[in-house]
């Protein structure tokens, strides 16, 4: 079944009043143009509004139309947007036994929920995105990955922006992309690596002599991802000793062990929902 997601913009409220000039509006004219067994609308209009304009577009589409009304503190608030649509897309595709084809519309709303839809399209929810005009319909529109990969650090870097003074030998705290100095093909090879892992949960691995960066690499990705605002937990393996690492990795209860006087946390909890480094993991014994 092919699923269109999409929010309400001000050009489809107006089509939905009869004003000529707006014609049908990105919606409608993608519903009219194209088949789809399901249409899913967001929402930052007041839900009357809302709701009239899915009353006059079920007499534009055999689909069904589900309406997720949202309220957002701001229209072009990034992370906002990506939590709504990123909610409204598992909700609906959790549970299906059947292979679902996805299409986001970038047209209605503000360019941030355009940028979202990009993002989320690209990475989480592969799907086909489309826009429209009055000049040329509704069309595909294909965006090369690596402008997703691009966008974010504008998109959801942290609203902290005060530097810091660190030592040469730490990695900022604020650290970028453009703080990673290379000049080799291979090196920019990594960093388009890194980008794209930033845009995921995957697990990475970073290798490399000491000295060459990994730490700074981590924090590049992870400030340029979804958790930049989530703890950034750094661990030495090389340096915990072989019997207190399941101690210091998953915490203990007190005296769990002579000298634990208190219960701890261990840097998977204390990482939760952030990220983990774990420098040296490859020191970690086997058994």
Same mark, same amino acid.
């Given at each position: 079944m092919d699923i269109l997601f999409a929010w309400i &913009?001000? $050009?489809?409220?107006?089509?939905?009043?009869?004003?000529?000039e707006t014609g049908l509006g990105p919606i409608g004219q993608a519903v009219q143009s194209r088949s789809f067994g399901r249409v899913v609308l967001l929402s930052n209009y007041p839900l009357q509004s809302s709701k009239?304009?899915?009353?006059? #577009? +079920?007499?534009?589409?055999? !689909? $069904?139309?589900?309406? $997720?009304?949202?309220?957002?503190?701001?229209? =072009?608030?990034?992370?906002?947007?990506?939590? +709504? !649509?990123?909610? !409204? =897309?598992?909700?609906?595709?959790?549970? @299906?036994? $059947? %292979?679902?084809? #996805?299409?986001?519309? #970038?047209?209605? &709303?503000?360019?941030?929920?355009? /940028? *979202?839809?990009?993002?989320? &399209?690209?990475?989480?929810?592969? /799907?086909?995105? *489309?826009?429209?005009? @009055?000049?040329k319909g509704v069309e595909a529109a294909n965006v090369p990955f690596e402008i997703s990969a691009e966008f974010i650090p504008a998109s959801i870097k942290s609203a902290n922006k005060q530097n810091q003074s660190f030592g040469s030998d730490q990695a900022p705290e604020t650290a970028t992309w453009d703080d =990673? =100095?290379?000049?080799?093909? %291979?090196?920019? /090879?990594? *960093?388009?690596? /890194?980008?794209?892992?930033? #845009?995921?949960d995957f697990n990475v691995l970073i290798e490399g002599e000491s000295g060459t960066g990994k730490e700074l690499f981590a924090k590049a990705i992870r400030n340029n991802s979804l958790r930049c605002n989530k703890p950034f937990i750094v661990k030495n393996c090389g340096a915990i000793p072989s019997n207190l690492i399941e101690a210091e990795l998953f915490g203990h209860t007190k005296t769990a062990f002579t000298g634990a006087s208190t219960a701890r946390k261990g840097a998977f909890e204390e990482a939760d929902g952030g990220t983990l480094f774990l420098d040296e993991i490859g020191e970690l014994p086997l058994g």
């Open positions: &913009g001000n $050009k489809d409220l107006e089509a939905s009043q009869g004003k000529k009239r304009f899915v009353k006059w #577009l +079920s007499d534009k589409s055999n !689909a $069904k139309i589900d309406l $997720k009304n949202e309220k957002l503190t701001s229209p =072009i608030n990034y992370l906002e947007i990506y939590k +709504s !649509a990123s909610a !409204a =897309i598992e909700n609906i595709t959790k549970n @299906k036994t $059947k %292979e679902v084809e #996805l299409t986001f519309h #970038l047209s209605p &709303g503000t360019p941030a929920m355009s /940028a *979202i839809w990009i993002i989320l &399209g690209s990475t989480k929810y592969p /799907a086909q995105l *489309i826009q429209t005009s @009055k000049e =990673i =100095i290379y000049r080799s093909e %291979e090196m920019e /090879a990594c *960093i388009s690596y /890194a980008k794209k892992a930033a #845009l995921t």
